[in-house]
């Protein structure tokens, strides 16, 4: 059986001919590669679609992938960058509004709905890159260093992404927000219950 089976327990059971070793891997992972779609992307229809097409693409790299980092920190990879590849085909059209509240996070009144669609709006109001470490470091809890081997890049950027994203979303989001942006640490894992991947060049 395979649900018992570690990440490198299914890609290696994969490689082996197991014909449900990777939907095993990708519903493990879905959910949380589902959250950082949408909030990279913006909303729900693009991020079904770059979810969709890094699962794809994974599929047809995992021959080529060499295990220099974890598979969840690789599926992240391909996932962020399928994200950023959306929001470059779609940039020159209007952005579309997120309706409804993200499903991997659901809340317990409306005003955390309220609280949770500010955010989200607010993110869309960033840059890709600055998006994209916010996402992964703020959202996701992974550590600086984690999101900086997750985007391919150093981790003095992502810090400095970091920085620069939270203190454009404390001025969108204002004081009166119940959700004030969260400290940057240098390290430590990620929050109870969430999850990684793996590269994603993004622009600044």
Same mark, same amino acid.
Request: charged share 25%.
């Given at each position: 059986?395979?649900?018992?089976?570690?990440?490198?327990? @299914?890609?290696? &059971?994969? #490689?082996?001919?197991?014909?449900?070793?990777?939907?095993? #891997?990708?519903?493990?992972?879905?959910?949380?590669?589902?959250? !950082? &779609? #949408?909030?990279?992307?913006?909303?729900?229809?693009?991020?079904?679609?770059?979810?969709?097409?890094?699962?794809?693409?994974?599929?047809?790299?995992?021959?080529?992938?060499?295990?220099?980092?974890? !598979?969840?920190?690789?599926?992240?990879?391909?996932? !962020?960058?399928?994200? @950023?590849?959306?929001?470059?085909?779609?940039?020159?059209? +209007?952005?579309?509004?997120?309706?409804?509240?993200?499903?991997?996070? /659901?809340?317990?009144?409306? $005003? *955390?709905?309220?609280? *949770? =669609?500010?955010?989200?709006?607010? =993110? %869309?109001? =960033?840059? /890709?890159? %600055?998006?994209?470490?916010? !996402?992964?470091?703020?959202?996701?809890?992974?550590?600086?260093?984690?999101?900086?081997?997750?985007?391919?890049? +150093?981790? $003095?950027?992502?810090?400095? *992404?970091?920085?620069?994203?939270?203190? %454009? @979303?404390? $001025? =969108?989001? $204002? /004081?009166?927000?119940?959700?004030? &942006? +969260?400290?940057?640490?240098?390290?430590?894992? *990620?929050?109870?219950?969430?999850?990684?991947?793996?590269? &994603?060049?993004?622009?600044?």
């Amino acid at each position: 059986m395979t649900t018992g089976a570690s990440d490198a327990g @299914l890609l290696d &059971a994969h #490689l082996a001919g197991d014909p449900d070793a990777f939907g095993e #891997l990708v519903r493990r992972h879905r959910d949380v590669l589902w959250a !950082v &779609a #949408l909030r990279t992307t913006g909303n729900p229809s693009d991020a079904e679609d770059a979810l969709q097409e890094a699962m794809v693409s994974a599929l047809r790299s995992v021959e080529r992938f060499e295990r220099r980092s974890a !598979v969840r920190t690789w599926l992240y990879r391909i996932v !962020v960058n399928a994200s @950023l590849d959306r929001l470059r085909r779609n940039a020159a059209r +209007p952005s579309t509004s997120l309706e409804g509240h993200d499903p991997a996070h /659901p809340v317990d009144d409306a $005003g *955390r709905v309220v609280d *949770r =669609l500010d955010v989200m709006t607010a =993110l %869309q109001q =960033l840059s /890709p890159g %600055q998006r994209a470490a916010v !996402v992964l470091v703020h959202v996701e809890g992974m550590s600086v260093a984690e999101a900086a081997e997750v985007l391919d890049l +150093p981790e $003095g950027t992502v810090k400095s *992404r970091c920085s620069r994203g939270r203190a %454009q @979303l404390a $001025g =969108l989001l $204002g /004081p009166g927000n119940h959700e004030p &942006a +969260p400290h940057v640490e240098d390290t430590g894992g *990620r929050r109870p219950g969430a999850t990684t991947s793996g590269t &994603a060049g993004d622009p600044t």
